[in-house]
C-alpha cells in the first residue's frame, strides 16, 4: 500500500475528491495497474439520484446496502451533480468541483490514445452512432465488442443469476477490451459489476448511465452557464417534465431532508468539541503494540491533519498487517475525516491488510449516525484499545504460526520438537534457520 486516496464522505458515500484531469489520470493509472496485478476495477459517478436509491428516509440504514457496498468498493467515485458539490462546499470540506459522466466519457474519447472500449448497454443504433463519432474524433481508440443484453438482478438464485451472466462476461473478455463502458443505469450497472468483478478480465469498468444519449444529441444538454451555476436539473425538469419531475421531486425530499439533518448535526458537534487544550493539539501518532499498527487520532480528525493521519496510517501498515486507528480520544470528525476511514479501509483490504477501530466515543457515533456512515464501519468497530489490541495480536499470532507451517511441512513426519531428544531440537532450528550445525 503506497497511497490513500483523498476522499470526502457525503450522507455516507466516499467521493474522490478530484477534478476532470485527476479522474483521467486516475483512469490511465488502474489501466497500468492492471497489467501488474490483473485487478479489474471500477469507476462511479453517484449524483443525488444515485443517493436517493441508497438513503433509506424512515431509517439511518441503506435502503440497498448492495448498492451502498457498491460505492464503497468502487476504486473511483466521482461527484456527478452539483448538489453533492454544494454539499461538500456547506460542510467545510469543499470537492474540487463536478466530474459529470457526460464530460468525462468524451474526455476520455479525446484525450486517450490506443484505448479498446466495450460498450455494454444502449441500443444498438446509439451505439452505432457513438462508434462513428468515436471514429471521427479519435481514430486509435477501437470499439471492440458491443452488446445490450437482458440482464436481471435479482428474481432468481446467486448462482442461477451468475450463470445468466457467463456468456456476457466471456464475450467482455475475449474481446480485451481496455475499458468497459457500462450504460445499464442506476443501480443496475454497480450491482452487474459487483456481482462479477471476480470474472471480468478488464483493467476499468465505468458506469455511465444515459451518457450516451447525451453524446450523440437524443438528450441535450442545459448551456453551459446553468451547468457552471449548478441549474442543470432545472433546464432538465424544462425538457422532460413527464418523466423527470416526480424523480427531482423524490430527491429533494430524501436528499434534501437527509442533508439538513446531517448538516445540523455537524455543526453542533463541531461547535461543542471544544476539550482541554492539551487534548485539542494533540497530533496523530503510531506505535507497534505486539505487532500491531496502533495509529493515535487526533482530537479532531479534519481536513487540516489529513496528511499527518495519512502519514502515520502509512508508517504503520508498513510495519504490520494489522492496523488499529484509535478514536477513543477523537471528538470530532468532519467528511474529509470520514472520508480518510472509508480510504484508509479499501486501501488496506486491497493490499491485503486489516483495519479495525478502536473506541469510538458515544458522540462521535452519534455523529457517523447522522451523516449515514455508522452501517459502514460498525462491522470494524472494537470497544476500547486494549480489547482491540488483544484481538488483533492474536491474529498477528495466528498469522505468525500459519506463515512457519510450510517451513514444518517440509521436515520429516516423524520428527516433533516436542518431547524429543535434543538432537531433533537442534535438527529443527537449524532447518528454521538455515544454518549448519558447527
Given at each position: 500500500?503506497?497511497?490513500?486516496?483523498?476522499?470526502?464522505?457525503?450522507?455516507?458515500?466516499?467521493?474522490?475528491?478530484?477534478?476532470?484531469?485527476?479522474?483521467?489520470?486516475?483512469?490511465?493509472?488502474?489501466?497500468?495497474?492492471?497489467?501488474?496485478?490483473?485487478?479489474?476495477?471500477?469507476?462511479?459517478?453517484?449524483?443525488?439520484?444515485?443517493?436517493?436509491?441508497?438513503?433509506?428516509?424512515?431509517?439511518?440504514?441503506?435502503?440497498?446496502?448492495?448498492?451502498?457496498?457498491?460505492?464503497?468498493?468502487?476504486?473511483?467515485?466521482?461527484?456527478?451533480?452539483?448538489?453533492?458539490?454544494?454539499?461538500?462546499?456547506?460542510?467545510?470540506?469543499?470537492?474540487?468541483?463536478?466530474?459529470?459522466?457526460?464530460?468525462?466519457?468524451?474526455?476520455?474519447?479525446?484525450?486517450?490514445?490506443?484505448?479498446?472500449?466495450?460498450?455494454?448497454?444502449?441500443?444498438?443504433?446509439?451505439?452505432?452512432?457513438?462508434?462513428?463519432?468515436?471514429?471521427?474524433?479519435?481514430?486509435?481508440?477501437?470499439?471492440?465488442?458491443?452488446?445490450?443484453?437482458?440482464?436481471?438482478?435479482?428474481?432468481?438464485?446467486?448462482?442461477?443469476?451468475?450463470?445468466?451472466?457467463e456468456s456476457i462476461v466471456a464475450a467482455i473478455n475475449n474481446a480485451q477490451p481496455d475499458v468497459l463502458l457500462l450504460a445499464l443505469g442506476n443501480p443496475k450497472q454497480e450491482l452487474w459489476f459487483r456481482r462479477n468483478r471476480h470474472r471480468l478480465r478488464v483493467p476499468v469498468?465505468?458506469?455511465?448511465?444515459?451518457?450516451?444519449?447525451?453524446?450523440?444529441?437524443?438528450?441535450?444538454?442545459?448551456?453551459?452557464?446553468?451547468?457552471?451555476?449548478?441549474?442543470?436539473?432545472?433546464?432538465?425538469?424544462?425538457?422532460?417534465?413527464?418523466?423527470?419531475?416526480?424523480?427531482?421531486?423524490?430527491?429533494?425530499?430524501?436528499?434534501?431532508?437527509?442533508?439538513?439533518?446531517?448538516?445540523?448535526?455537524?455543526?453542533?458537534?463541531?461547535?461543542?468539541?471544544?476539550?482541554?487544550?492539551?487534548?485539542?493539539?494533540?497530533?496523530?501518532?503510531?506505535?507497534?503494540?505486539?505487532?500491531?499498527?496502533?495509529?493515535?487520532?487526533?482530537?479532531?480528525?479534519?481536513?487540516?491533519?489529513?496528511?499527518?493521519?495519512?502519514?502515520?496510517?502509512?508508517?504503520?501498515?508498513?510495519?504490520?498487517?494489522?492496523?488499529?486507528?484509535?478514536?477513543?480520544?477523537?471528538?470530532?470528525?468532519?467528511?474529509?475525516?470520514?472520508?480518510?476511514?472509508?480510504?484508509?479501509?479499501?486501501?488496506?483490504?486491497?493490499?491485503?491488510?486489516?483495519?479495525?477501530?478502536?473506541?469510538?466515543?458515544?458522540?462521535?457515533?452519534?455523529?457517523?449516525?447522522?451523516?449515514?456512515?455508522?452501517?459502514?464501519?460498525?462491522?470494524?468497530?472494537?470497544?476500547?484499545?486494549?480489547?482491540?489490541?488483544?484481538?488483533?495480536?492474536?491474529?498477528?499470532?495466528?498469522?505468525?504460526?500459519?506463515?512457519?507451517?510450510?517451513?514444518?511441512?517440509?521436515?520429516?513426519?516423524?520428527?516433533?520438537?516436542?518431547?524429543?531428544?535434543?538432537?531433533?531440537?537442534?535438527?529443527?532450528?537449524?532447518?528454521?534457520?538455515?544454518?549448519?550445525?558447527?
Amino acid at each position: 500500500m503506497q497511497t490513500i486516496a483523498n476522499k470526502i464522505a457525503i450522507l455516507g458515500i466516499p467521493l474522490d475528491n478530484v477534478d476532470s484531469d485527476g479522474a483521467l489520470d486516475a483512469i490511465n493509472t488502474m489501466i497500468d495497474q492492471f497489467q501488474s496485478d490483473g485487478v479489474a476495477r471500477y469507476v462511479t459517478t453517484p449524483n443525488v439520484d444515485f443517493l436517493v436509491n441508497v438513503l433509506s428516509p424512515t431509517s439511518f440504514r441503506a435502503s440497498n446496502p448492495a448498492l451502498a457496498a457498491a460505492y464503497h468498493e468502487a476504486d473511483l467515485s466521482i461527484a456527478d451533480g452539483m448538489p453533492l458539490v454544494t454539499a461538500s462546499r456547506l460542510f467545510g470540506t469543499p470537492l474540487r468541483g463536478r466530474v459529470a459522466g457526460s464530460d468525462l466519457v468524451p474526455k476520455i474519447f479525446a484525450e486517450c490514445q490506443g484505448l479498446k472500449i466495450y460498450a455494454l448497454g444502449g441500443d444498438d443504433r446509439t451505439l452505432k452512432h457513438v462508434a462513428a463519432i468515436i471514429d471521427r474524433l479519435n481514430p486509435t481508440i477501437q470499439i471492440v465488442g458491443s452488446a445490450s443484453p437482458f440482464i436481471l438482478l435479482d428474481g432468481k438464485p446467486p448462482e442461477e443469476l451468475l450463470r445468466d451472466d457467463e456468456s456476457i462476461v466471456a464475450a467482455i473478455n475475449n474481446a480485451q477490451p481496455d475499458v468497459l463502458l457500462l450504460a445499464l443505469g442506476n443501480p443496475k450497472q454497480e450491482l452487474w459489476f459487483r456481482r462479477n468483478r471476480h470474472r471480468l478480465r478488464v483493467p476499468v469498468s465505468i458506469g455511465i448511465g444515459g451518457t450516451f444519449n447525451f453524446i450523440v444529441g437524443r438528450i441535450r444538454r442545459a448551456p453551459r452557464w446553468l451547468q457552471m451555476v449548478g441549474l442543470e436539473w432545472l433546464y432538465r425538469v424544462y425538457a422532460e417534465p413527464r418523466r423527470l419531475w416526480k424523480r427531482y421531486a423524490k430527491g429533494l425530499v430524501v436528499f434534501g431532508s437527509a442533508f439538513l439533518a446531517a448538516y445540523l448535526a455537524d455543526r453542533l458537534l463541531r461547535l461543542t468539541a471544544c476539550g482541554p487544550v492539551r487534548h485539542r493539539r494533540r497530533e496523530p501518532r503510531v506505535e507497534m503494540i505486539e505487532g500491531v499498527g496502533v495509529v493515535q487520532g487526533a482530537y479532531r480528525l479534519t481536513a487540516k491533519n489529513i496528511s499527518s493521519h495519512k502519514a502515520r496510517a502509512l508508517e504503520a501498515a508498513r510495519s504490520s498487517d494489522f492496523v488499529l486507528l484509535d478514536l477513543n480520544g477523537t471528538a470530532y470528525c468532519d467528511a474529509a475525516g470520514l472520508g480518510f476511514i472509508a480510504a484508509l479501509k479499501q486501501s488496506l483490504e486491497g493490499s491485503g491488510k486489516l483495519l479495525r477501530l478502536a473506541g469510538p466515543s458515544q458522540r462521535l457515533r452519534t455523529q457517523m449516525v447522522w451523516q449515514r456512515f455508522w452501517p459502514v464501519v460498525k462491522d470494524f468497530v472494537l470497544p476500547d484499545r486494549q480489547f482491540a489490541v488483544d484481538q488483533l495480536a492474536a491474529m498477528v499470532a495466528a498469522q505468525n504460526e500459519a506463515a512457519c507451517k510450510p517451513i514444518a511441512a517440509e521436515m520429516s513426519p516423524s520428527v516433533s520438537i516436542y518431547g524429543e531428544s535434543l538432537d531433533h531440537v537442534e535438527n529443527t532450528i537449524r532447518t528454521v534457520t538455515n544454518l549448519e550445525k558447527p
